[in-house]
């Protein structure tokens, strides 16, 4: 059974970071791409980040590029999400997807987590 439980959400001001985690089980990890989406109050799913599956490619949503960075450690079966300086417009909820067809943007995915929640106030 796929598994994903985030981890790492929180209350940040603005210009703070935070890390995301991502563990994944129940399935080889290592062989599949992983993305993050998030989705603010009210609003639709937005992607942020796609890694293939060694991280040796990323692509970033235009809004987070230079101020995210995707990661993951396939040995612990674990993404990352690092979230530096960060925007009340960063404020939702996070989770990450198990991608099955890679697009431009917003690759599709067949499996999610739950989300941890991130908001950006002051």
């Known amino acids: 059974q796929v598994q994903l439980v985030e981890s790492g959400g929180g209350l940040v001001q603005p210009g703070g970071s935070l890390r995301l985690s991502c563990v994944a089980s129940?399935?080889?990890?290592?062989?599949?791409?992983m993305t993050w989406v998030r989705q603010a109050p009210g609003k639709g799913p937005e992607w942020v980040a796609t890694a293939n599956s060694i991280a040796s490619n990323r692509r970033y949503a235009d809004s987070v590029k230079g101020r995210f960075t995707i990661s993951r450690d396939n040995t612990k079966n674990t993404l990352y999400l690092q979230m530096n300086n960060l925007k009340p417009e960063d404020t939702g909820l996070y989770y990450c997807a198990r991608v099955f067809r890679v697009k431009m943007e917003g690759d599709d995915y067949d499996a999610r987590g739950q989300g941890t929640q991130v908001t950006v106030s002051a």
């Open positions: 129940g399935f080889d990890f290592r062989i599949y791409a």
